[in-house]
């Protein structure tokens, strides 16, 4: 029997069994769905993570208050004051730290923002004015606060663009030059913080699952004292000028700061300097195992629905044993016999895989449109070797647990074949 009147045999007798093929096809397209999505949702999670070290920089590292090494960061609620304004000074010596490119200090909270009738609650960056230079964003409209006005504790605030079109957007009123006030939950004076409005952000949409949009900017001075009423830093910034000179850096950075806190060993050291580069590292390793592990879930998927392919074509051929046995009496050879069950075994395979692919790239660019609007930098990303995979892992499927049925077919004896009821 030639290959198109085997096509035909078989798609008649799968349409004579829809329900059954059906769900046989349902099994292998959850399974190379399954891949699709996964694989696609791997490779978003890690275009999302390299591009927020590109907002960021790569060349950036952070020094945070605490006791790290082998006891790990500190306590989440603890109040740990290491950092001071001296230790910036220090590491913006070029003689101490040479590769600094830039050096900036930062408190953060959250906080109530009020202008006339509307109020918004937003996240807040106490910063000096070095800020733009580790930060590396533009400015849609104003400017920064200079160094004149982060030193002499000026009442000025930058707003990201998100802020401001929820203050200002629809009142046809420029954000520049107004008053707003600002709350924390801790600070003191009842009616807030009067700050004017200096500048506003270009968008800068989310870094490292925050949305870069929702924060406003204050000197230092003003967010440590009359919104926080602290002292102390809760981070430093540093911009390596290469990332050649990244753990000559943190090694400066380390002694410099050692100096400063009088400390002779590592074992006492109350501060961390983390580098970026290692904990994108640290990231991507985490989202590689989470994405073996789903695809190993989805491949059980996958033979179930193998299991499905065995047990319906076991079924089918006690269904056929007498057309079996029919069409070997007039001539059927059992290679004939064989390469049709192995066909149809194939064939509804191949539908599920290329169904399943539809499908998986269908719900993988949903996710991404998804993740977009909540503001995250999220890419679809289908990648050739996933759909070569799914597609040869089916059809693999489909060909290994068409097997056993097939021989099992062709290997009936017509005349038995033929007494079957």
Do not use: C
Request: aromatic residues 6%.
């Amino acid at each position: 029997m030639n290959f198109t009147a085997t096509l035909k045999l078989v798609i008649k007798n799968l349409r004579a069994r829809k329900g059954r093929s059906l769900l046989t096809i349902l099994g292998i397209v959850i399974g190379v769905a399954g891949v699709i999505i996964i694989i696609s949702l791997g490779a978003g999670a890690q275009s999302l993570i390299l591009g927020q070290v590109t907002k960021l920089g790569s060349n950036l590292l952070y020094v945070q208050p605490g006791k790290g090494g082998a006891n790990g960061p500190p306590v989440p609620g603890l109040v740990i004051s290491t950092l001071v304004e001296n230790d910036v000074n220090s590491l913006r010596s070029q003689t101490q730290v040479p590769h600094a490119a830039a050096v900036s200090a930062s408190v953060l909270g959250s906080a109530s923002v009020t202008w006339e009738n509307k109020s918004e609650d937003v996240s807040f960056t106490g910063a000096d004015y070095e800020y733009p230079r580790t930060a590396d964003f533009t400015m849609q409209s104003g400017q920064f606060f200079t160094q004149a006005q982060d030193q002499g504790a000026a009442n000025v605030v930058v707003l990201g663009s998100t802020v401001s079109d929820d203050l200002f957007g629809g009142t046809g009123v420029n954000p520049i030059g107004q008053v707003i006030k600002v709350k924390s939950s801790v600070e003191s004076q009842a009616g807030g913080v009067p700050l004017r409005v200096i500048g506003v952000i270009s968008p800068r949409g989310s870094s490292f699952f925050q949305n870069q949009d929702e924060q406003i900017f204050l000197p230092l001075a003003i967010g440590q004292e009359q919104v926080l009423g602290i002292h102390y830093l809760q981070g430093i910034s540093i911009k390596v000028d290469s990332a050649e000179n990244i753990d000559q850096t943190v090694t400066d950075v380390t002694r410099v700061l050692k100096q400063q806190h009088h400390i002779q060993d590592d074992i006492n050291l109350d501060f961390i300097v983390r580098n970026q580069v290692d904990a994108v590292k640290i990231l991507s390793t985490i989202t590689n195992a989470l994405s073996l592990f789903l695809t190993a879930m989805a491949a059980i998927a996958l033979l179930v629905g193998g299991i499905g392919i065995l047990n319906i074509m076991m079924v089918t051929v006690g269904e056929r044993t007498r057309e079996i046995g029919l069409r070997k009496a007039v001539g059927a050879t059992n290679g004939a016999i064989r390469n049709q069950f192995l066909f149809e075994a194939s064939l509804l395979t191949s539908l599920g895989g290329v169904i399943g692919i539809i499908v998986g790239a269908l719900i993988s660019y949903l996710v991404s449109v998804l993740l977009k609007h909540l503001g995250y930098d999220w890419a679809f990303v289908i990648s050739p070797l996933s759909v070569l995979l799914a597609v040869g892992v089916s059809i693999l499927t489909g060909v290994i647990f068409g097997l056993y049925p097939a021989f099992k077919a062709a290997k009936l004896d017509p005349i038995e074949a033929l007494r079957y009821e």
